[in-house]
């Protein structure tokens, strides 16, 4: 927890919380109260970096520690960092793949998301309680925590392959640059692009020919890493780092 992610429920007097500047008073209890105090050993007059959720991040100075809470005067003054000119279309991982690659998404900057449907995906994944919009919630809340970041991704499912491809992907993907990460490609995924971009990335099991072939009707051009197989969770820092560094 790089940054305490404040919530506007979070501040004593919410209505001061959006004005840029002004100092404002929050009190933690739980899980953010636990961190602060047992990893970072703050105590009264020591800063944290702070941020309020889709707003602006700052400072957070400890004016009152005791038994299970701490208070801090906030100063938000610091514009996040700016999104990645991404939309991201991700089969949908198996749960624990999904978590960590949800975190590490979210830590990279994409903002946008759209879990879809693949033949390779298990129908048993949609089920998974880790894709209530809750335990999406908590997942994208830890990457923002890690990379000091406030904007929440907006995260979309998905559960049909074809209809998504075909007629909302078309406008979704409209004036950005089209990639299918695919391994089995000749042409190498490019490097440092200043364009907006939709990358779709595959279920463990690849996309089968028939859906590659779909996304390249709807405009995809296939590029891979390299001749090495990469979990899904692997591809996407390796995609992001190449295609835009340093963002
Ligand atoms: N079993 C599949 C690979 C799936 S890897 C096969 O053998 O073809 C899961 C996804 O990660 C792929 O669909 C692709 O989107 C991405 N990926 C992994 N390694 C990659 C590479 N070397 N080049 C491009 N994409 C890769």
């Known amino acids: 927890m790089n940054l305490i992610l404040l919530e506007p429920g979070d501040f ?25 105090t047992e990893v970072h050993r ?19 100075e400890v004016v009152e520690h005791r038994e299970g809470q701490i208070t ?15 939309t991201l279309i991700l089969a949908l991982p198996r749960p624990k793949m999904l ?12 903002k946008q998301l759209y879990l879809i449907n693949a033949y390779r995906v298990e129908k048993s994944y949609w089920q998974s309680p880790w894709l209530s919009e809750e335990k999406l919630r908590e997942q994208c809340v830890l990457g923002l925590e890690q990379a000091v970041d406030t904007a929440m991704p907006k ?72 001749p090495r197989i990469l979990r899904v969770e692997t591809a996407l820092p390796v995609l992001l780092a190449r295609l835009f560094p340093g963002r």
Not at 21 to 34: A, E, H, K, N, Y
Not at 99 to 110: D, E, Y
């Open 12 to 36: 004593l007097d919410s209505g001061l919380a959006g004005e840029p500047g002004s100092p404002v008073i929050t009190t933690l209890r739980g899980r953010r109260f636990q961190h602060i």
């Open 42 to 60: 703050a105590d009264v007059g020591d800063t944290l970096k702070v941020g309020l959720l889709d707003g602006q991040m700052g400072e957070g």
């Open 72 to 86: 801090l005067r906030v100063s938000l003054h610091r514009a996040p960092p700016p999104p990645l000119p991404l």
């Open 99 to 110: 978590k960590r690659t949800i975190q590490h998404a979210t830590a990279l900057g994409v």
């Open 155 to 226: 995260i979309e499912l998905r559960k049909r392959f074809k209809p998504f491809v075909e007629d909302e992907l078309p406008d979704i993907a409209a004036g950005s640059r089209k990639l299918v990460a695919h391994p089995v490609t000749d042409t190498p995924c490019p490097v440092d692009i200043p364009d907006q971009t939709t990358l779709a990335v595959g279920p463990e099991g690849g996309f089968i020919p028939y859906e590659v072939e779909k996304l390249q009707e709807a405009g995809f051009e296939s590029v891979h890493l390299g």
